[in-house]
Nanobody
Framework: QVRLVESGGGLVQAGGSLRLSCVDS????????MGWFRQAPGKEREFVAA????????GYADSVKGRFTISRDNARNTVYLQMNSLKPEDTAVYYC?????????????????WGQGTQVTVSS
């Protein structure tokens, strides 16, 4: 069973950085592609980044490309989201999610398992 717990959110000034972590307490983490999504108040949840099961392939939303980096450590059952050059519009609750199959899906309904989310607030 997959159980995802995010951490690392917080309040940061525009231009700053944060690193989010998502740990899976199960035993099959390396079997799943992983993704990060976010949801701002009053908006729909949107795709941020995804990574293949072995970490060799990744994809990003245009809005974060060049600023955010997704990575994973299968030995630690952990996926990361390094966020640099943060903007106020990055403010949202960030969720990690797991899916079987390929990583290159940006639709949240393709993901079977979700964490509880971690709040990221970027002040101007």
């Amino acid at each position: 069973q997959v159980r995802l717990v995010e951490s690392g959110g917080g309040l940061v000034q525009a231009g700053g950085s944060l690193r989010l972590s998502c740990v899976d307490s199960g035993r099959t983490f390396s079997s799943y592609a992983m993704g990060w999504f976010r949801q701002a108040p009053g908006k729909e949840r949107e795709f941020v980044a995804a990574i293949s099961w072995n970490g060799r392939m990744s994809g990003y939303a245009d809005s974060v490309k060049g600023r955010f980096t997704i990575s994973r450590d299968n030995a630690r059952n952990t996926v990361y989201l390094q966020m640099n050059s943060l903007k106020p519009e990055d403010t949202a609750v960030y969720y990690c999610a797991a899916k079987t199959g390929t990583y290159d899906s940006r639709s949240d309904y393709m993901y079977s398992y979700w964490g509880q989310g971690t709040q990221v607030t970027v002040s101007s």
